[in-house]
């Protein structure tokens, strides 16, 4: 490396020329660059005194900062409540309406069933989604203690029609305020091993009533003479292949064997909570979530008896009617 500090520009170097060519200079920085570096500090020195950013030594309080002109101090949680107070102003008219108003009347005001619909989707995710999903389409149960007897989801797909209590808006209502937790009977020790063996291809075929068994055995007192069940006791259609746990032939025998909630240990466990209780949802974010859940596309929908208008006809014309190809 050449000793020479002197470059053919006459700006002197550090010292590191290669060559006599190749330097290293001790040019200043461009003008712009060192005031946009000085009003950098600046404006660290400004931001610190404006805003909370230094630790104090005493008892692990800050420095609070002097806060905008005519604002005063800032904090974040300021913020929150300020934008928070927005929110709650927005959606206070709603809310104080919403107390007065059933499910049902919910879902035929307009503006009403749109704001559940927006504002639900936040309670659903919180309450709901760890167990049916965050869409409602049911989670899987994972994990070795659910290898063997508890197949199937953790909980039901609520975007289908198939409810084991019913689908109207009410009902779903009723399941969330006061939980359900259905029971079927362990038939292990009441079944030998071969009428076991049959119900469970008959039900599996979606045709329990195929064989005597299924009245003989009482099945029918719960899940009906036709096999597709009842919603006052929550029992399961058995004859539209949906499956609440494992619908193959060896699921469905595990299922009659040991039954569900029958407080055997190998028994399927299906609980739904009740959220009245310790207070975990008001009546208001029940209301909503009956709404929202009726609104995923599988509730019931309510039955509106349309009006018949008495008109006299004479015999001819009631007979011509009568005839008359229907309208397709």
Request: proline content about 5%; hydrophobic content about 40%; glycine content about 10%.
């Amino acid at each position: 490396m050449s000793e020479n500090h002197n470059s053919a520009g006459g700006v002197p170097t550090t010292g590191h020329v290669w060559d006599d060519d190749l330097a290293d200079f001790t040019n200043q920085p461009p003008k712009w660059w060192m005031l946009g570096l000085t009003a950098s500090a600046i404006w660290v020195v400004v931001y610190f005194i404006m805003y909370p950013a230094i630790p104090l030594a005493t008892n692990g309080t800050f420095f609070k900062g002097v806060g905008l002109p005519g604002s005063g101090q800032w904090t974040a949680i300021k913020e929150l409540e300020t934008d928070t107070a927005v929110l709650d102003a927005v959606r206070k008219p709603y809310e104080d309406k919403l107390k007065g108003m059933e499910p049902a009347a919910i879902l035929a005001d307009a503006d009403m069933s749109e704001y559940v619909s927006r504002s639900g989707k936040v309670l659903f995710s919180d309450n709901c989604g760890g167990c049916h999903g965050q869409n409602g389409v049911g989670s899987m149960q994972t994990g070795a203690k659910f290898a063997q007897r508890e197949q199937g989801l953790m909980a039901p797909i609520l975007l289908d029609d198939d409810w084991l209590y019913g689908g109207e808006v009410e009902t779903i209502y009723e399941t969330i305020a006061e939980g359900r937790q259905g029971m079927m009977v362990a038939h292990k020790d009441i079944l030998s091993a071969a009428e076991i063996d049959t119900l469970a291809n008959a039900v599996a075929a979606g045709t329990p009533t195929a064989t005597p068994l299924f009245a003989e055995k009482g099945c029918t007192a719960c899940h009906g003479e036709d096999g597709k069940g009842m919603h006052a006791m929550g029992s399961a259609n058995l004859t539209d292949k949906v499956w609440r746990f494992d619908g193959s032939i060896e699921g469905i025998k595990q299922t009659i064997k040991y039954g569900v909630n029958s407080g055997d240990p190998e028994t399927r466990v299906a609980i739904m909570p009740n959220f009245t209780e310790a207070g975990k949802l008001s009546t208001t974010e029940m209301k909503k979530l009956a709404v929202y859940v009726y609104k995923f596309g599988g509730g019931t929908a309510p039955v509106v008896e349309a009006p018949v208008a008495a008109v006299a006809v004479d015999a001819a014309s009631a007979t011509e009617a009568a005839s008359a190809p229907a309208a397709q």
